[in-house]
């Protein structure tokens, strides 16, 4: 069964950063394209962002610069520094693997368990 393994998540004051990783084995890496959802307290689950094995990134429009999805090929993991959060990315974000372009929650192949991410005043 394929596993993505979520960590960096946790609580920080507006404007902070925070770094997501995740990590896969190789098989599920070099797949699917990568990225991550997230899913805030009563709110559907939204696409954050993805990045395919070449490199090519996507980012929800309300992002607005603000997060860089990355991969690291060498140990199939893919992070997201998020910059100058904001209250309303408080959010369980979870990483997902599937068919680029990874847009639709519906067509995810795997999903991680999730991570919190707090962002307070």
């Known amino acids: 069964q394929a596993q993505l393994v979520e960590s960096g998540g946790g609580p920080v004051q507006a404007g902070g950063s925070l770094r997501l990783s995740c990590t896969t084995s190789?098989?599920?890496?070099?797949?699917?394209?990568m990225g991550w959802f997230r899913q805030a307290p009563g709110k559907e689950r939204e696409f954050v962002s993805v990045i395919n094995w070449s490199g090519r990134t996507r980012y929800r429009d309300s992002i607005d610069g603000r997060f860089t999805i990355s991969r690291d090929n060498a140990n199939y993991t893919v992070y997201l520094q998020m910059n100058s959060l904001k209250l309303d990315d408080t959010a369980v974000y979870y990483c997902a693997a599937g068919p680029w372009p990874l847009l639709d929650r519906r067509y995810i192949n795997v999903w991680g368990q999730g991570t919190l991410v707090t962002v307070s005043s």
């Open positions: 190789r098989r599920t890496f070099s797949s699917y394209a």
